[in-house]
């Protein structure tokens, strides 16, 4: 199943406090459905957030990193 959710695509006009509503609204919505075990992280502006399976199929998340 899930286990981190990255938000993207904010309006670039949005502030830090937009963002936190946004992620605070799909938190309540996640939990409110099952899905508190779900780690949710707002995508960081000028961040890459690389994807990877490990051995066993299963995909990975590496810390953000700045795009170069």
């Given at each position: 199943g899930v286990r981190r959710l990255i938000t993207f695509h904010y309006d670039q006009d949005y502030s830090d406090a937009d963002?936190?509503?946004?992620?605070?609204?799909?938190?309540?919505?996640?939990?409110?459905?099952?899905?508190?075990?779900?780690?949710?992280?707002?995508?960081?502006?000028?961040?890459?957030y690389d994807a990877k399976r490990d051995g066993r199929g299963t995909w990975r998340l590496a810390q953000p990193r700045p795009v170069d």
């Open positions: 963002v936190d509503a946004l992620i605070a609204a799909c938190r309540a919505y996640l939990d409110g459905h099952g899905g508190r075990a779900i780690e949710l992280v707002a995508a960081a502006d000028a961040a890459l």
